[in-house]
Structure formats: structure tokens, C-alpha cells
């Protein structure tokens, strides 16, 4: 069995996907995602539902700092996939207060599951670049979020 913390993690892609894709209300994804779960698990539900929220709160500030460390790359070109797991990571090991190697390797785990074959190395390449910033970047998510 997975972990919960990877299940959540998970969980939180395939919403943020949905979410970023078709932008359909996060509430309204998580309601159905979850609901479709063979078996129910509260606290990675729990988990992933506080990264969603975060994330979608944080995403113009996530962006930000994600475009200006792969500028070769707009955002809006990046794969949804990619674009969801560098913002997943990089609110974790700043906002979330997980392990930066451990946010990195989960994003990078699951850029290998779900994303195309140069998906783990950019992942990783442009989180690498904002490890550095982690301060900088958790000040501008909690200033942001009004905390």
C-alpha cells in the first residue's frame, strides 16, 4: 500500500490537473475525486485537499518564481502535468515545511509516473533552481496569504 503522504500528494495532481485544465471548482473536484476512492483514507484526503487549496491560493506567486528560474519555457507551454508538480513541490519545501529533498524527490517520483520522459529531469532541474529562494519564496506565500 502507498504511503499516505503519497496518496495525498496523488490525489492533490490529479485535482490540481483537473483544476488547471478545465478549470472546474476546486470544492467540486475534490468532492468527486474523493468520493471515488476505493477506499477512503481521511487523513491523505486531508493532506491532499490542504495542498490543493494552497496551491490554487498560491499559484500566481508559485508561478512567478517557477517562470523566472525557466524562463526558456512560458508556463502556459509547460505540461500540465509538470507545471502542477513544480508548483506542488515548491509550495511544500517552502509554505508546507516538508524536507526540501523530500518535496523534490516525491515531485520527481511522480514526474516519472505521470509525465513524459523529460519530465523528472526538468522537474528537477527547475526545483533545484529555487532551492536557493526557499526563504524569499515562503515570505512572499505567507505575506500573500495574509498570515
Known amino acids: 500500500m502507498k504511503g499516505e503522504r503519497r496518496l495525498a500528494r496523488e490525489l492533490a495532481l ?31 484526503e486531508e493532506y491532499a485537499r490542504a495542498l490543493v487549496v494552497g ?28 507545471r502542477n508538480l513544480l508548483r506542488m513541490a515548491l509550495y511544500e519545501f517552502t509554505v508546507g515545511k516538508v524536507p526540501v529533498k523530500v518535496a523534490i524527490n516525491e515531485a520527481v517520483e511522480l514526474a516519472k509516473e ?3 520522459d523529460s519530465s523528472p529531469r526538468f522537474v528537477n532541474g527547475v526545483l533545484g533552481a529555487l532551492v536557493p529562494l526557499q526563504a524569499e519564496v515562503e515570505r512572499a506565500l505567507t505575506h500573500a496569504q495574509g498570515h
Do not use: C, K, T
Open 14 to 44: 490529479q485535482a490540481l490537473y483537473e483544476i488547471d485544465l478545465v478549470q472546474h471548482p476546486p470544492a467540486e473536484v475534490m468532492f468527486e475525486q474523493f468520493g471515488a476512492l476505493d477506499e477512503p483514507n481521511p487523513r491523505a
Open 55 to 82: 496551491i490554487v491560493a498560491a499559484a500566481p506567486q508559485l508561478d512567478a518564481y517557477i517562470q523566472s528560474h525557466a524562463p526558456e519555457w512560458p508556463l502556459d507551454q509547460v505540461a500540465v502535468i509538470d
Open 114 to 116: 505521470y509525465g513524459a
